[in-house]
């Protein structure tokens, strides 16, 4: 089936919900989905299983024919593979590398490209826009232009909606606008984008709105929440992202009294969290990953008022790869080792198990660290290619190799749980010293310094 845009409306449609609702299941609204990334790939696959007619458009032509040969780019995505050839096979998903081609005959353009932070950590819509600009060039009265993107909240209502009527020459009323939120986690997208969450949504007027709130139903086995407009919709990702993040931070600011008050903050924090109003999340060696690092920037930028407690929050997970650099040099000379003289062993380069991801992951920092203060410093990682690891100043070391080299080492940091990890034979590493970032480590008969329970 090749897209061609119908001359039945979308927005303001004068057709019932139902009937709306079975015109998109059956295809009567052509979709385009701009970004076949981590998690718009997923989404286009679960929007061509439903509706049958969605085009994939992506700047990258590497991805764009992969995903025309029935091919998904996308790793480490149970059941992707498998979506992806069985759309492409029976035509329900194209992909094109031309944004406004696919714009003019689409009725619904999902927007799910990166919104990243730029070297002034002031957030960088550029990716954002051109899509936009893109969408602009096919935008028709009648359609709905939907942001999947986290973004800083005002951007769908204060940037995205004027700039589509602006370059489209449409009249604001004549096309519908509205910000739905990916709540989706790496590893999971299927899964989540069906119905694991109930789904957001929120237009820049009631129309949007409404209209995506029924698309959306049809995609979701689970609720649809109606925020009530597009701003408060990107308030409840940049916040459900900041809460995460300030949580993490009060997790890693009591990590830091384990060794003042001989404690084990862990098991307080387990202990704490039997009691319903109290979900104090897990120490560990930073926060990484394009998501949850960037969020509290979405905010802070977009007001001048004064944020310290997010603001700090940034700071306190942001200095958690050098306190685990700093225990690493502590528990070393504890041995009478230099640093400068030590072989260390950093087990996980992703930001977090089971994710070949490693953007703003800490090992990349924990290993900068290190090296400045003359370690002789390898990496290992079960799901990340770790010679490809962009300023990763750290000698690869592959998985199968770690137990018949552990006997060099001085030291061992275990930075991310990956499963592969849980089968480690740690006393293998007979003349060096656990530090374990994740609390993962069990049944080592050498010393093991757990961040968050101390020494073992
Ligand atoms: N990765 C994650 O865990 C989650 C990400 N998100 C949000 O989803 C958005 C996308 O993130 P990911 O999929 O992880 O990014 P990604 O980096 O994996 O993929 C982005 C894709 O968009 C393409 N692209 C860039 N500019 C484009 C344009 N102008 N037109 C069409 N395609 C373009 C790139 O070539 C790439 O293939 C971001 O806003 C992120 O905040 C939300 C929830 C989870
Ligand atoms: C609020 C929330 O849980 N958001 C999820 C998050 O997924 P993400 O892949 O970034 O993973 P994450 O579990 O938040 O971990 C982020 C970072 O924080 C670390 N982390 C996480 C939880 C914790 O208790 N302690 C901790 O140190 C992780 O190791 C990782 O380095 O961000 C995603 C996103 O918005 O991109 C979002 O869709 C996911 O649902």
């Excluded at 005959?105 to 730029?118: C, E, F, N, Q």
């Amino acid at each position: 089936m090749t897209a061609v845009r119908p001359e039945r409306p979308l927005y303001a449609a004068d057709s019932a919900d139902r009937a709306l609702q079975e015109a998109f299941v059956e295809g009567a609204f052509p979709v385009a989905v701009y970004g076949l990334g981590k998690m718009g790939l997923p989404l286009a696959a679960v929007f061509a299983d439903l509706t049958g007619n969605v085009t994939g458009v992506d700047i990258d032509p590497d991805v764009v024919s992969a995903v025309q040969r029935g091919e998904s780019p996308v790793e480490g995505e149970p059941g992707l593979a498998e979506l992806v050839a069985e759309t492409t096979a029976d035509g329900s998903l194209r992909a094109t590398s031309d944004p406004a081609g696919a714009a003019a005959d689409a009725r619904l353009h999902v927007v799910i490209v990166p919104t990243l932070l730029d070297e002034t950590k002031d957030p960088d819509l550029s990716a954002l826009l051109a899509a936009v600009d893109a969408i602009a060039e096919g935008l028709s009265h009648g359609d709905l232009v939907v942001v999947e993107s986290t973004v800083p909240p005002g951007t769908t209502r204060d940037v995205v909606a004027p700039r589509l009527a602006e370059r489209s020459g449409l009249d604001p009323g004549e096309f519908g606008v509205a910000f739905c939120p990916e709540r989706t986690a790496s590893g999971r997208a299927l899964e989540d984008i069906r119905g694991a969450y109930p789904k957001v949504v929120g237009g820049v007027d009631a129309e949007s709105e409404r209209v995506a709130s029924l698309l959306y139903d049809e995609v979701t086995s689970n609720e649809v929440v109606r925020a009530g407009d597009a701003t408060t919709a990107e308030c409840v990702k940049v916040f459900e992202g900041i809460y995460r993040d300030v949580n993490i931070a009060l997790a890693n600011e009591l990590a830091r009294v384990v060794d003042p008050l001989d404690v084990d903050v862990s098991r307080a924090i387990e202990v704490a969290n039997t009691q319903p109003f109290c979900d104090i999340h897990d120490p560990g060696p930073g926060v990484g990953g394009h998501c949850i690092p960037l969020y509290p920037h979405f905010l802070t930028s977009q007001v001048e008022t004064d944020l310290p407690l997010i603001e700090t929050s940034r700071s306190v997970n942001d200095a958690m790869p050098a306190f685990v650099t700093s225990s690493v040099v502590q528990l070393l000379g504890d041995r009478g080792l230099d640093v400068a003289d030590a072989d260390v062993l950093l087990l996980g380069v992703a930001y977090r198990a089971g994710v070949d991801e490693t953007r703003k992951a800490p090992a990349s920092q924990i290993a900068r660290y290190l090296s400045k203060l003359g370690a002789s410093v390898y990496a290992t990682d079960p799901v990340v290619d770790v010679g490809d690891v962009q300023d990763l100043t750290a000698t690869p070391l592959a998985h199968d190799d770690i137990e018949s080299t552990a006997p060099r080492f001085d030291a061992v940091v275990l930075v991310t749980a990956h499963e592969a990890y849980d089968t480690i034979a740690y006393d293998a590493f007979e003349n060096g010293i656990v530090v374990d970032t994740r609390d993962v480590v069990e049944n080592a008969s050498i010393p093991v310094y757990t961040i968050g329970r101390g020494r073992s």
